[in-house]
């Protein structure tokens, strides 16, 4: 009798309830081995770039929002720097400190969203997520009071952003500052010492250092394996040159790293705020910029450390009111590049957890 | 024996039928005593995924279903009903026999055990005198009906599903069979009815390592978390039954929430005294109709299945099978000797002989718990802290 194995192929989505979006994973399994994976994407293209060219320069924030939309006001903040450092734009002070409040509002929101959905595809049913929802829904409603949207905020405007924080924005943004460390306290009670987590993680998809550089990642994924990469540290925008914060780095670059990486990055970016909160001045929140501008002739790229990475937008004014060329650079689809390596050998239960940990959004991968 | 059950009760009020229709009158009175406890069955699994939803829901700091019905408590219905007026859908690629087949083999077994369950004084169907075996040899069937469905389905997650479904449970059998081995030496019967009988303490305190490893194996056997391998949502979609839809998935559901309340009723028989009163004077109670004690601490068995729910990760399938052969394989073994070793010391414990064995049994335990840890000790992963932050060396 001859018996043998064969290896299988299976389809990982582009339904599949932990691919985050329409991502799909051609995977080849020995058994419950990953022998190789094809990752394909592009099921959620909507021509983000293509429809910039269409549009007014004031009119391509709304079409931001939609690229990573766990982090809205990030890709408002990394566009209208693009635009002001294209048009050559002031920003008053305020409108500065309300961006950073803002960006690292959504920093938080988007690494509890990630924090969740990495425990979720843990098979930790539900709890995390909700207790991490909870939290977030607290934040959306800050952005609510700041510009009506929940999600899709469209808050920030070249020069400035769209309006000054209303009165009753100041004692909800405290109470925030206030219940929030707690929080945190008791999620990394819950989980960081956890037996089942930690043998779920530990070790589990190493990226080495020289790997993350030689695949251009960037944000948790990059820090994680050790490279204090951090471009509000490095190349500091709007006003975090005055701010102090830390760099968390992780050391084995591992599944684990990576979640502790975002769970000490949200403290961070409590820090930034409560700064924020003694440091903002008063005074104009936009400088006067009209609706329709026509930027000199000229290219320009500026980036920014969006929740996932170094967000980028590369933009080529004609002199006309819309640009030539609009280029995003999105952390998600780059930080996928070592994915490939990341997984090779593991088991496919390992697969969602590497997956999950790189915390890629396929709204920006896509675009 | 069975002096005054129900079926007995039920063949007495049927007693004006002629003598020669007595096979009709055993017919008769045995369908109502099955159709009335497996109607039991099936509105207890019914409120038991309310419950589940509700308490889980309570977990997450969600609502749960609250909108059909006073508390939301129709919902389960409202879901059955919804489930048997789908389409069935049958993929090409499908065996169409096996396919129909294994929702059927799965759903059997779970009614099949609730025979041998006393679920009060003198409440059972059959005073089997190998119930103990039976409840072994019936759960059994229902790896083979995963591993039907994940065959036949023709689909690949649920042939991934399937695969691990025969490794996982075959290997959990072992030691879930060499715990009940211990509860069977100390009862020195097969018959849950006498085990319940037997129980002057409840079997917990007399067989704390055996609970131990029976609880896990059964946790595994009835596929919940953390051993939810099987149907592993974010790496398998839905394991075996990825492609089953309408009547065919209701069926599946009922069967694993139904396995979930047929163990709480088997380790509330096993190991908590059964439907006599918890607590140690016996006499008690008397006015205290003995199906609530049982369905009591069925509450509380259920209510632990959903705690460990809400509560922990999924484990990945080699640490899930080292854990049954390194762990709970010898704990049972050690069970198992230490009970052998007991029982022929005392074959027939006063009560003070009776705190003596609990006092020996607590100590191995323990003694087990202090062991394993150090010996695990090597392997386990330790929660060193492995982010800092880059304060001196910061990318300025």
């Known amino acids: ?367 | 024996m069975e002096s005054n059950n129900i079926f007995n009760f039920l063949k007495d009020f049927f007693n004006f039928l002629p003598p020669s229709l007595s096979w009709l009158n055993y017919i008769i009175s045995g369908f109502i005593l099955t159709f009335a406890v497996a109607n039991v069955l099936l509105i207890t699994t019914a409120l038991f995924t309310y419950m589940e939803r509700r308490v889980l829901a309570r977990f997450q700091s969600r609502l749960g279903p609250n909108r059909v019905g006073p508390f939301g408590i129709l919902q389960p219905f409202a879901d059955i009903l919804k489930l048997i007026t789908k389409e069935d859908i049958r993929p090409t690629a499908a065996d169409r026999f096996i396919f129909f087949l294994a929702p059927i083999v799965l759903v059997v077994p779970v009614f099949l055990l609730l025979a041998v369950i006393p679920f009060g004084k003198n409440m059972y169907i059959v005073n089997l005198n190998i119930g103990a075996l039976f409840i072994v040899a019936v759960t059994t069937i229902a790896a083979l009906a995963i591993f039907l469905g994940g065959w036949g389905s023709g689909n690949r997650f649920a042939l991934l599903g399937a695969s691990r479904a025969v490794a996982m449970l075959i290997s959990y059998e072992v030691p879930m069979i060499l715990a009940l081995v211990g509860v069977v030496m100390l009862s020195g019967s097969m018959s849950l009815v006498d085990i319940v009988e037997a129980q002057r303490l409840p079997f917990i305190l007399l067989q704390p390592i055996g609970f131990f490893v029976f609880f896990l194996a059964a946790t595994a056997e009835m596929n919940r978390p953390p051993f939810d391998l099987l149907e592993a949502e974010s790496e398998l979609v839905a394991g075996f039954h990825t492609e089953y839809s309408g009547t065919k998935f209701a069926l599946l559901y009922l069967a694993e929430f139904a396995e979930a309340v047929v163990f709480a009723g088997i380790f509330a028989t096993l190991f908590f005294r059964g439907w006599q009163n918890p607590f140690v004077p016996q006499d008690w109670f008397q006015f205290f109709p003995s199906i609530i004690w049982f369905f009591l601490k069925m509450i509380f068995f259920l209510f632990i299945f959903i705690w460990i729910r809400a509560t922990l990760p999924r484990l990945r399938i080699d640490q899930v099978m080292s854990f049954a052969w390194k762990v709970l394989f010898p704990l049972s073994l050690i069970n198992l000797i230490l009970t052998a070793l007991l029982v022929t010391i005392w074959p027939e414990p006063s009560t003070i002989e009776l705190w003596l064995m609990v006092i020996i049994n607590l100590a191995v335990g323990l003694l087990c718990l202090v062991l394993f840890t150090r010996f695990l000790e090597h392997n386990r992963i330790k929660p060193t802290q492995s982010v800092f932050l880059a304060t001196k060396q910061g990318g300025q």
């Open chain 1, 1 to 367: 009798m001859n018996i043998r194995t064969e290896p299988i192929t299976i389809n990982l989505g582009p339904q599949h309830p932990s691919t985050h979006g329409v991502f799909r994973l051609r995977v080849t399994l020995d058994g419950e081995v990953i022998v190789d994976v094809e990752p394909i994407f592009g099921y959620l293209h909507r021509g983000t770039e293509k429809l910039a060219e269409e549009r007014s320069y004031t009119q391509i924030v709304t079409l931001t929002d939609r690229m990573d939309y766990v982090s809205s006001m990030l890709n408002n903040q990394a566009y209208v720097i693009a635009v002001e450092k294209l048009a050559g734009l002031d920003v008053p002070d305020r409108g500065k400190f309300l961006r950073v409040i803002a960006g690292e509002l959504q920093r938080i929101v988007s690494h509890l969203v990630a924090t969740g959905f990495f425990l979720q595809d843990l098979g930790a049913f539900g709890t995390p997520l909700m207790y991490c929802f909870r939290e977030r829904e607290k934040i959306l409603e800050l952005f609510e009071m700041l510009c009506g949207a929940r999600v899709t905020v469209s808050y920030m405007r070249p020069g400035g952003v769209f309006q000054d924080a209303p009165d009753d924005f100041w004692p909800s943004f405290r109470a925030i500052l206030d219940s929030l460390p707690y929080f945190m306290d008791e999620i990394e009670r819950l989980l960081e010492e956890n037996e089942i987590l930690l043998i779920r993680t530990k070790g589990i998809g190493i990226l080495t250092p020289q790997s993350a550089i030689d695949n251009a990642t960037s944000g948790p994924v990059l820090r994680a394996s050790g490279i204090p990469w951090d471009l509000r540290k490095s190349n500091p925008y709007d006003v975090y040159g005055d701010l102090n914060f830390d760099i968390p780095i992780g050391t084995n670059g591992d599944s684990y790293d990576r979640f502790l990486v975002r769970i000490l990055e949200i403290r961070e970016s409590l820090r930034i705020l409560e700064q924020c909160w003694t440091l903002i001045p008063s005074g104009p929140v936009r400088s006067k910029v009209p609706y329709f501008f026509r930027p000199p002739v000229g290219d320009c790229y500026a980036s920014i450390e969006s929740s996932k990475g170094e967000l980028g937008f590369y933009l080529v004014s004609d002199g006309g009111i819309s640009p030539y060329r609009c280029k995003v650079r999105s952390p998600s689809l780059i930080n996928l590049t070592p994915l490939r390596e990341m997984l090779l050998g593991w088991k496919i239960a390992d697969l969602m957890v590497i997956f999950g940990s790189l915390d890629v959004n396929m709204g920006e991968v896509d675009r």
